[in-house]
């Protein structure tokens, strides 16, 4: 379900790009001797061997002087978070900022490899000058080695079910599936996706219906579990007998990517808000809104509608993830289906630090609409 983020770090002109297009078997990145030819972060989806689906991502350079030097670092400081293995550059000279960057991936909890940069121009000496600087990281200095690295330094990740424990083979599951338009035309929404896979894949019989076919589906069938959009949980807990267990798409997201238990002690904040507090909207991606976004415009309007006209409400989309997160009272994350858990789990490591609580958008909503106690918890 979860992409492993492999984010490639270095000074310019160090080989990142031409690192990332051998291990990619194709050109994702310029690769040029003009130094800064990588500005923003450039992303590539790959299936690897042993490591499964990846998103290579190429960043800046990190001792880039130029013009916009400051704001390329910002943008791949950024990167660090949503990170699982690292790897970075390493040249015959060692730079100031090398020690740096290393401290602060390990500062993250970052995995890292070492990449010893045009090693075929390097003499044995030379290489093993390298390696003596850093005994305490794994080296590579070819595609071999590295691929090699990646599958040995692998962190062990928790094999998680979206659903738990709350399904089991043979149940039924009914799916209300709001189509509004922020649907994509044609298609349903990932989380929708990844859910329906997952019940078809543990062996549960699956029903989808829109929320105006809802009564017609209770008519049919007595579902072991209702799974809807967490805009409509009001609607569909008032519609399934009392005994239902219900959660949401955002709801499941949250249990396998994040806190669930964190997220469902920081909507308690909700209540305490008022009018001058300061809310912040946290989206892993970046989209054009519509008139019936979710994070931009309708839990907005529940909270203003609690806590008063004068709460104001911060967006923070993809990796603009504040620094400082003390004037907040409150921080709410996306279902960040297309965010890492990596990411997720620093965030709220972030949030923890900085003493601020912190939801998500399933649990908000259910909060909101006054039925959080309602809410099965994978």
Known sequence: MDRLQLSFFGPTNSGKSALVNALAGQEVSLVSPVPGTTTDAVRKLIELPELGACVLVDTAGYDDDGTLGDERERLTLAQVDGTDIAVVMLLKEESPQEKQWLSRLGRAGVPVIGYIAKSDLLLPQEMETIAARHPDIPLAHDLGSLLDELVRVLPEREERHLTGSLVKAGDCVLLVMPQDSEAPKGRIILPQVQVLRELLDRGCNALCCMPASLSGALERVRPDLVITDSQVFATVAAAIPADTPLTSFSVLLAAAKGDIRFFVEGAAAIDALKSGDRVLIAEACTHVPDTEDIGRVKIPALLRKRAG????????????????????????????????????RSRIRKAHLAGVPMTNYGIALAKLQGILERIALP
């Open 309 to 344: 006209e004068g709460l104001r409400v911060d967006i923070a989309a993809g990796n603009d993830f504040p620094e400082d997160l003390s004037p907040y009272a409150l921080i709410i994350h996306c279902g960040a289906c297309v965010a890492t858990a990596s990411l997720v």
